[in-house]
């Protein structure tokens, strides 16, 4: 089976987003995605994945993921990253279409037939601008431009308690918030006052005096702060009892992450903004994190997410699947989460998968009592819906065989 063609396909209406097929000379295609930096990914796709992989095997998945290794760029999650991922999730679910079997089957068989969920409390349209270097992360919050119904960002800002009982009455039993962000831009992250952090936690106390212990709380600061000031936040949430404080500071000087977790009381999570095995090797070796959280379209694919897991494992470290982009990236965490046996609790959107997700495909991912498992079908189980392409704010590109040993670029436009 002869891979004939690569084909990319971008959204104006979610320009973060990037869809990557896979094509062969049987018919088969297989779908995968990224998120962040999409027109570089397109170019990366293009450019220079298209003319190793046109006329190889396309079910030498293990040889594609090892020479799609550039000379730079390849272990972080940069863009060239990032295209190798969704090569890899596409060509991963191009063999379950072969064999007709789930991924989940495919890398060895599921140890869970289901997993629990916690719900990150973003609004429908949260990330979703092009976010732009020197903004500070609230500016791509966009609350209240999508459904009301969920806009858990806003309600997490001025209503968590009445948000938690919303989320206890559909069986979810944890929630993601970020609050502390809103005081970053003014010290760079550097300090945060007395009152910012007495006004910030009442909302975590908030929850605590109406629903108790019912609900987990994860916290999540994105990086944004300087080590002493991290660790002024983690003290004073140490009575609202989270369930892990995530990102504290950069995640990319384990050195400094292993300090933050000498001092904090709380467990720490790392790592979504990391890129393969090496960069989490790191992490691991420095004992910097109790919880390793990757995703599967940064970190270099299936393959790379199945290998950082079980090195976490060895280190008996718990992992979690990272969530907050796409349909199919949420589906590939969700089958890597159900297989890997240190898999302990996957992140969803409610927001996303209730709302924009159906925009895109025929059957986004389902959360039934605050649990998810595989879609049904053979690969992944995305398919894009009907009529998609077509669609006016699609920009689709095209590489395929030129006949002669060459590669041809076509490209078109709906607007």
């Known amino acids: 089976m002869i891979i004939t063609a690569l084909r990319t396909v971008r959204y104006e209406k979610f320009p973060n987003l990037i869809h990557v097929l896979v094509e062969t000379d049987e018919g088969v295609t297989g779908l995968g995605e990224t998120f962040l930096g999409a027109a570089a990914v397109e170019g990366w796709v293009h450019e220079n994945a298209a003319p190793y992989l046109i006329g190889r095997d396309a079910l030498a ?36 279409h072969v064999v007709d079997q789930p991924l989940v089957q495919l890398l060895g068989g599921a140890v869970r037939e289901r997993i629990r969920v916690y719900n990150t409390c973003g609004g429908p349209f949260y990330a979703r601008n092009i976010p732009i270097a020197g903004e500070v992360s609230t500016n791509n919050w966009q609350l209240g431009d999508g ?89 004073a949430l140490e009575d609202v009892r989270p369930a892990w404080i995530e990102d504290p500071i950069r995640s990319d000087d384990p050195g400094a992450l292993a300090e933050f977790k000498r001092h904090s009381k709380l467990r720490v999570c790392a790592g979504e903004t990391l890129g393969t095995r090496w960069s989490f090797r790191d992490l691991l070796e420095q004992r910097s994190i109790d919880v390793l959280m990757c995703d599967p379209v940064w970190v270099g694919g299936v393959s790379e997410a199945r290998r950082i897991a079980a090195m976490a494992e060895a280190y008996q470290t718990p992992v979690t699947m990272h969530d907050c982009n796409g349909p199919v990236q949420l589906s590939t965490s969700i089958h890597l989460s159900c297989h890997l046996a240190n898999a302990m609790v996957q992140e969803s959107v409610r927001a996303y998968y209730l709302n924009w997700y159906g925009e895109l495909v025929e059957a986004p991912p389902v959360v039934v009592d605050g649990f998810t498992a595989p879609p049904k079908g053979a690969g992944h189980g995305i398919h894009l819906r009907e009529g998609l392409l077509e669609e006016p704010g699609t920009t689709i590109r095209t590489s395929r065989s030129t006949g002669n040993g060459g590669v041809a670029i076509e490209g078109s436009a709906n607007r």
């Open 61 to 96: 998945i293990e040889a594609h993921w090892q020479q799609l290794k550039g000379f730079v760029g390849m272990n972080s999650s940069s863009a060239e990253n990032r295209g190798r991922s969704a090569i890899d999730i596409a060509l991963w679910d191009l063999f379950g």
């Open 147 to 235: 459904d009301d119904r969920y806009e858990d960002l806003q309600r997490f800002m001025e209503a968590p308690a009445e948000l938690a009982r919303d989320l206890l009455d559909s069986g979810i039993t944890g929630m993601k918030m970020w609050p502390f962000d809103v005081w970053v831009a003014e010290s760079g992250g550097h300090a945060i006052s007395a009152p910012q952090i007495k006004q910030t936690v009442r909302l975590f106390e908030e929850i605590r005096d109406a629903v108790g212990d019912e609900m987990d709380l994860y916290v999540d600061l994105h990086t944004l702060w300087s080590l002493p000031a991290a660790l002024r936040i983690s003290e």
